[in-house]
């Protein structure tokens, strides 16, 4: 497991608080991934997914301090936050309710990380990507239930439940995606047919926390980020064959 930056007694009181309020959450079982021993992160999978369209358009939710949006090779980008970074103040909601524009190439988001936030940017990105395009998502993979927890408990290296979209990614038609062991978890969306289809399984999921994803996590397509690349390079030589279930969106 990864060693965590110290934190004050204030944030450590508040977080004991917050543990013991919500301690029937609580679970002792860990994922032991340790990402600063992966040689791989976001930004190089962006990048990796970016090579194909390097003239192609790029659009990033949540920018924060630009560490991934100002790395990524892309002729044309677009960065939604309501805070900092990127090139448009405001939340994804309001971005993508008014944009009618042209699609994009790679969608990555990581804006709110709350389910049905994230729920509903993916519905938007899959509305918004363009044929052969491919979704990004970040943490996606809790290590332990203090990372996970909603309402928020951990104050740095928070994931919330995001993670709850790639049960609903394992259900969905037209879509394949894989969830890579690096950088907090990333997800690769690729959509597959022609209309791409979300289900929605809140009424079973809305009330789920870290136990639930470390019970169900066999039904997750988890793999290393070689394991990803050779994934991707498939769909890649699929296209370049004219293979038209690959070329189907
Ligand atoms: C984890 S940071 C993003 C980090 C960045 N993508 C990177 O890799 O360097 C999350 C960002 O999402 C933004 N955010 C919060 N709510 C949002 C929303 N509704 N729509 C878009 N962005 C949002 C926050 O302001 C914050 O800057």
């Not at 079982?29 to 040689?39: A, E, G, K, P, Q």
């Not at 970016?50 to 090779?73: S, T």
Request: with cysteine.
């Amino acid at each position: 497991m990864t060693k965590r930056k110290k934190r004050s007694l204030g944030t450590q009181l508040r977080e004991w608080r917050m543990s013991r309020r919500y301690d029937a959450n609580r679970t002792d079982r860990v994922l032991d991934f340790d990402w600063s021993s992966t040689r791989y992160n976001r930004i190089s999978v962006v990048n990796l997914l970016m090579a194909e369209r390097p003239n192609g358009r790029y659009l990033e939710i949540g920018c924060a301090d630009n560490v991934l949006f100002d790395a990524v090779l892309a002729a044309d980008k677009t960065g939604v936050d309501p805070v900092r970074g990127g090139t448009h103040r405001m939340t994804s909601d309001d971005f993508f309710a008014a944009y009618e524009g042209p699609p994009f190439d790679v969608i990555f988001i990581d804006g709110l990380h709350l389910y049905p936030q994230v729920h509903r940017d993916l519905e938007n990105a899959l509305r918004h990507l363009a044929p052969g395009g491919w979704i990004g998502m970040h943490d996606m993979l809790p290590r332990d239930w203090l990372e996970e927890h909603v309402p928020q408990i951990r104050t740095s290296g928070w994931t919330g439940d995001g993670w709850k979209t790639a049960f609903e990614l394992a259900a969905a038609r037209d879509i394949d995606f894989r969830l890579i062991s690096m950088d907090y978890g990333v997800v690769v969306v690729r959509p597959t047919g022609p209309s791409p289809q979300l289900p929605d399984l809140s009424a079973e999921l809305a009330d789920k926390r870290f136990k639930y994803l470390i019970q169900h996590l066999e039904g997750l397509p988890l793999v290393a980020y070689e394991e990803a690349r050779t994934w991707i390079d498939l769909y890649r030589a699929a296209v370049q064959r004219g293979d038209s279930a690959c070329l189907a969106r």
